[in-house]
């Protein structure tokens, strides 16, 4: 029998180590803890060097993760801060980030933030190399101060964070201005001029992207379409609610207008409830677009018709957060801010 054959029938019962890559390859033991762990003392031929790789794949070797953490005197291992794995776009950005940090061999340990010193003792306690903050969904009006923490930091989304100005930390963020932007420019190419904008206050940047793009876009700026409310509540029916009543108020008024865009998806839904209710056809009649692109917007029993809405990249925010954190882990790079632009969804309600 073939001795690398036998060697892989032989050891296919049991978890597979480098002296059993070592018998099939004819190498010592250091050559191959060297080669496979990337150590340039490892002064073998490429032709060489390929063939190990090639055997311990086929053998189904799996680094033992305890012993090279205690061979390396490091973790691999980091912390992921999320509020809410009920909510889709959490659960998008943890998918991007896990997966991206499992290519690279690292594992993510999820942490709820309850008050400072529990978090930075669970840090520590953890052996955490790094960590990763996945914006803040709490309870409405409680923005929490990030704990200084001696393990550097990834911010993905810091609204409704404080602290976080103060401390040295790699930030991902949507640009949702943009977002809005590219949004009410779909509009004008359909012919729409008069565009209302439905939204919470504390959506400043998507405010500011829709207020930008009606002045550079030279369409009518008539602070009458723009209707803001607070954002007291947590409540999906709530947030509907004020879509629907702003709508409501702005029929009543006789302003004029064409399309609609909401600061939220929720908050679209409403708007759609009471253009539909008021005898209007959308987007026969008014064209409505939401954000976020929550599962819902393509489900009937959220709303009908199916919404057209902008959606953060939320996946590519989770790898670029893992990415960010990688590089400085392991390359000493300077923590940095990067901005992706989300996309324009299309469905039929514009």
């Given at each position: 029998?073939?001795?690398?054959?036998?060697v892989?029938?032989?050891?296919?019962?049991?978890?597979?180590?480098?002296?059993?890559?070592a018998a099939?390859?004819?190498?010592?033991?250091?050559t191959?803890?060297?080669?496979?762990n990337?150590?340039?003392?490892?002064?073998?031929t490429?032709?060489?060097?390929?063939?190990?790789?090639?055997?311990?794949?086929?053998?189904?070797?799996?680094?033992?993760?305890?012993?090279r953490?205690?061979?390396?005197?490091?973790?691999?291992?980091?912390?992921?801060?999320?509020?809410?794995?009920?909510?889709?776009?959490?659960?998008?950005r943890?998918?991007?980030?896990v997966?991206?940090m499992n290519?690279?061999?690292?594992?993510?340990?999820?942490?709820?933030?309850?008050?400072?010193?529990i978090?930075?003792?669970t840090?520590?306690?953890?052996?955490?190399?790094?960590?990763?903050?996945s914006g803040?969904?709490?309870?409405?009006?409680?923005?929490?101060?990030?704990?200084?923490?001696?393990?550097?930091s990834v911010?993905?989304?810091?609204?409704?964070?404080?602290?976080?100005?103060?401390?040295?930390?790699?930030?991902?963020?949507?640009d949702?201005a943009?977002?809005?932007?590219q949004?009410?420019?779909?509009?004008?190419?359909?012919?729409?001029?008069?565009?209302?904008?439905?939204s919470?206050?504390?959506?400043?940047?998507?405010?500011?992207?829709?207020?930008?793009?009606?002045?550079?876009?030279?369409?009518?700026?008539?602070?009458?379409?723009?209707?803001?409310?607070?954002?007291?509540?947590?409540?999906?029916?709530?947030?509907?609610?004020q879509?629907?009543?702003?709508i409501q108020?702005?029929?009543?008024?006789?302003?004029?207008?064409?399309?609609?865009?909401?600061?939220?998806?929720?908050?679209?839904?409403?708007?759609?409830?009471?253009?539909?209710?008021?005898g209007l056809q959308?987007?026969?009649?008014?064209?409505?677009i939401?954000y976020?692109?929550?599962?819902?917007?393509?489900?009937?029993?959220?709303?009908?018709?199916?919404?057209?809405?902008?959606?953060?990249?939320?996946?590519?925010?989770?790898?670029?957060?893992?990415?960010?954190?990688?590089?400085?882990?392991?390359?000493?790079s300077?923590?940095?801010?990067?901005?992706?632009p989300?996309?324009?969804v299309?469905r039929?309600?514009?």
């Amino acid at each position: 029998m073939n001795k690398r054959l036998f060697v892989l029938v032989k050891h296919m019962a049991k978890r597979v180590n480098l002296k059993d890559i070592a018998a099939a390859t004819n190498l010592d033991i250091s050559t191959i803890s060297r080669l496979l762990n990337g150590d340039p003392r490892a002064r073998v031929t490429a032709a060489r060097r390929e063939n190990v790789l090639k055997v311990a794949k086929e053998l189904g070797y799996i680094p033992n993760r305890t012993a090279r953490s205690l061979r390396l005197q490091r973790t691999h291992s980091i912390g992921c801060v999320i509020s809410d794995l009920e909510n889709h776009v959490q659960r998008s950005r943890l998918c991007g980030l896990v997966d991206r940090m499992n290519e690279q061999d690292y594992m993510v340990s999820l942490l709820r933030y309850k008050q400072a010193d529990i978090y930075v003792e669970t840090v520590n306690r953890q052996s955490l190399e790094g960590v990763v903050w996945s914006g803040w969904g709490g309870k409405v009006g409680a923005t929490p101060a990030l704990p200084a923490v001696t393990v550097p930091s990834v911010i993905i989304d810091p609204f409704g964070l404080t602290g976080f100005e103060t401390h040295s930390h790699s930030i991902v963020n949507a640009d949702r201005a943009a977002g809005i932007h590219q949004a009410i420019a779909y509009l004008a190419s359909c012919g729409h001029r008069r565009i209302a904008f439905v939204s919470a206050q504390t959506n400043v940047l998507r405010i500011a992207g829709y207020r930008s793009a009606v002045r550079e876009l030279g369409l009518d700026s008539d602070p009458a379409l723009e209707s803001t409310f607070d954002y007291l509540t947590e409540s999906a029916d709530l947030v509907r609610m004020q879509g629907y009543s702003a709508i409501q108020k702005l029929l009543a008024s006789k302003i004029p207008f064409t399309a609609v865009q909401a600061g939220n998806d929720v908050t679209a839904a409403g708007v759609v409830d009471a253009l539909l209710e008021a005898g209007l056809q959308v987007p026969g009649d008014v064209a409505v677009i939401g954000y976020d692109n929550i599962e819902a917007s393509s489900s009937p029993l959220f709303t009908k018709p199916f919404l057209t809405s902008i959606a953060d990249p939320n996946y590519e925010m989770g790898v670029t957060a893992a990415q960010l954190l990688i590089d400085i882990l392991e390359n000493q790079s300077d923590p940095k801010e990067v901005i992706i632009p989300p996309a324009l969804v299309l469905r039929s309600s514009a």
